[in-house]
């Protein structure tokens, strides 16, 4: 799906800013047929979970509505209108008036509608926008949801991050011709110093199609026409890691010699492979250094905030990070587009985080049910699941940043049932996208000898927490059993190893001299040890810390208020740990540099 843009034949405005909220109640009939009643509003983009001081919003579970008019540009007038939603958290439902227009499940990734007929240019209209939070077995990720004997609704869900809620990204109303580009795929590849770009354009009626591809410098550096083809660039600049140089693919729909829409897609001219242990991007073995993360910050929950983006890419920047991974759901689509401008690389991976009973059994009690069953995991979990890969590579499918999809975070990978649930997710996420290596983050049950899913992926993804939820604190035994385990994956598959995650709460302030868990000294030991087992292993082609930044989760005994393993706080102070990582990966990077420069001089 396109993001919406101005260029000379389409305009954009943001709905951001206040819009009246209510939660939803038995005796609401209609939120959308009148003026909201109420006289709360809720910003948006924002979850809306921690913005009032209130326990029952806070802990609503079910439906809310937001609500604002607009005025409809009258420059408009024979326009197309169309209303987005960038993301409504998990289920989302928009009238305008009192017209249904559309409807959307998955909490991270956009919906449109068209809503020309009930927006004439230079009139006020009313837009209702429901979010419901509900999570069940059926829904990605999962969750299920008790009344208990007062009568209270309860979501739980086996996912480590707070269910935040509500209208996190940007409403956008835009406008388009009657004559439109639709959808645009961008592939890229590199034949030695030639860039080749595969397009291919769709739109809405029959229309010729005209793309020029241009320089950082606006200057037309090729030409083509119709609706796919190949483009070559003779000594083409490349997109690389840390250097994200990017031409413009201008895409013109012409009719009756009149230009009828104008369209424009950043390319990163690039390849990605995988062979043997090796992760190349234009052919040079990668190393990935960054972070999990989350979409987290105090106040706006999950909500999007450019100077919070800026910040985080600029403590990455700071520490040598390369990359990160869209831990465990997608991201707005602006942290894509600044990675795609500073050449970060990314792993971007679906919101199916959960799928796994058995994980965790221990805090949350015994399990005997499976976890791909009728019952649990099952058809209409695994129908959603394929609708999220979808969306996911539609929207995303342009990025240069975006060098492997992750389909899932710790699954349930061996048990009956785990491969038969994920081959078609495989096969399909293949079919949309041929280009990119695929992976998934196994937990730490799915062994080299038991995991059942690990060869159907071109990368293996290990979360590890030796030293922390086992043999917690005794980095001894840490690095022998890593190293062990590292080894077997090693021999066993031959393809190259990520570990997405590794790390140790750690509570800002805590100082020991011996090795105390949750000290700011213990999580620099445990991520050195992980990084001397990393260093003797070839297959390792990547480290990335579980987290970048401390952030919210659900309550719970091992949660004080939330998960500490940041190497940053939640506003975003560094542990002793940043000061570690960023000597290691500076001094990477460095020599990365350093060969690179030999290597074209
Ligand atoms: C994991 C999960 C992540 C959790 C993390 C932890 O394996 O993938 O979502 O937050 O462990 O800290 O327990």
Redesign the pocket.
């Known amino acids: 799906m396109l993001k919406p843009i101005s260029t000379s034949t389409r305009e954009q405005i943001l709905l951001d800013g206040l819009w009246l909220f209510a939660l939803d109640t038995p005796d609401r009939p209609e939120p959308w047929g009148s003026v909201l009643d109420t006289r709360r509003e809720a910003p948006v983009p924002a979850s809306y979970n921690d913005v009032f001081a209130d326990q029952e919003i806070h802990d609503h579970v079910g439906w809310v509505w937001y609500q604002r008019t607009v005025r409809v540009p009258r420059g408009w007038s024979g326009e197309r209108v169309i209303l987005r939603v960038d993301a409504a958290t998990h289920e989302g439902v928009v009238y305008v008036g009192d017209r249904r227009v559309a409807h959307h499940i998955g909490g991270y990734t956009p919906f449109e509608a068209d809503i020309t007929d009930l927006a004439e240019a230079g009139a006020e209209i009313r837009i209702t926008i429901g979010v419901n939070n509900e999570l069940t077995n059926e829904t990605i990720p999962p969750g299920t949801i008790t009344t208990d004997e007062f009568g209270r609704r309860k979501q739980t869900y086996r996912?480590?991050?707070y269910n935040y809620a509500g209208l996190a990204r940007s409403v956008r109303l835009y406008s388009v011709p009657t004559v439109h580009v639709t959808d645009v795929t961008v592939a890229t590849d590199v034949e030695g110093a030639t860039g080749v770009v595969d397009y291919r354009v769709e739109a809405s009626a029959a229309a010729q199609v005209v793309v020029r591809l241009r320089d950082a410098a606006g200057v037309e550096v090729a030409r083509a026409e119709g609706d796919a083809g190949r483009i070559e660039v003779t000594d083409a600049e490349l997109w690389r890691p840390g250097r994200g140089y990017l031409y413009t693919l201008e895409v013109d729909l012409v009719a009756g010699g009149a230009l009828q829409d104008r369209y424009e897609v950043p390319v990163g001219i690039r390849s990605v492979r995988v062979e043997g242990a090796r992760f190349l991007i234009n052919g040079e073995p990668f190393f990935f250094r960054g972070f999990g993360k989350h979409e987290d910050s105090a106040i706006r929950g999950r909500g999007f905030d450019n100077a919070i983006m800026v910040h985080d890419f600029a403590l990455m920047e700071w520490m040598g990070a390369n990359s990160f991974r869209t831990?465990?759901y997608p991201y707005a689509e602006e942290f894509l587009e600044y990675a795609d401008r500073h050449g970060i690389v990314v792993i971007d991976e679906t919101a199916a985080?959960g799928l796994n009973l058995g994980l965790g059994g221990g805090f949350h009690g015994r399990v005997t049910e499976k976890s791909f069953s009728p019952t649990m995991f099952n058809d209409n979990t695994q129908a959603a699941h394929a609708q999220g890969i979808r969306e996911l590579i539609a929207r995303d499918k342009n990025h240069p940043s975006v060098v492997m999809w992750s389909i899932t975070?710790?699954p349930e990978s061996v048990e009956d049932g785990a491969r038969e649930y994920f081959e078609p997710l495989v096969a399909l996420a293949r079919e949309l996208d041929p280009t990119r290596p695929l992976t998934y983050?196994n937990?730490y049950r799915g062994q080299f000898h038991n995991d059942r899913l690990a060869d159907l992926f071109d990368v293996i993804c290990l979360?590890r927490?030796y030293g922390w939820?086992m043999e917690t604190g005794d980095l001894v035994m840490a690095e022998h059993r890593l190293e062990t385990e590292l080894r077997g994956w090693q021999t066993t598959f031959g393809k190259p190893i990520i570990i997405t995650?590794y790390?140790a709460?750690t509570l800002a302030g805590l100082h020991a001299v011996t090795t105390q868990a949750w000290s700011e000294e213990f999580q620099t030991s445990l991520l050195q040890t992980y990084h001397r087992v990393f260093d003797r292993i070839d297959a390792v082609i990547g480290e990335q810390v579980?987290?970048f930044a401390d952030f919210q989760t659900s309550q719970g005994v091992i949660r004080v208020d939330g998960?500490k393993?940041g190497v940053f706080t939640r506003d975003r102070r560094p542990k002793a740990a940043a000061h570690e990582l960023r000597a290691r990966w500076t001094a990477a990077a460095a020599a990365e540099a350093g060969s690179e420069t030999a290597s074209t001089s």
Do not use: I
Request: charged fraction near 30%; proline fraction near 0%.
């Open positions: 996912h480590d991050f831990s465990h985080v975070n710790e983050a937990e979360n927490y939820y995650e790390g709460d579980w987290n998960n393993k």
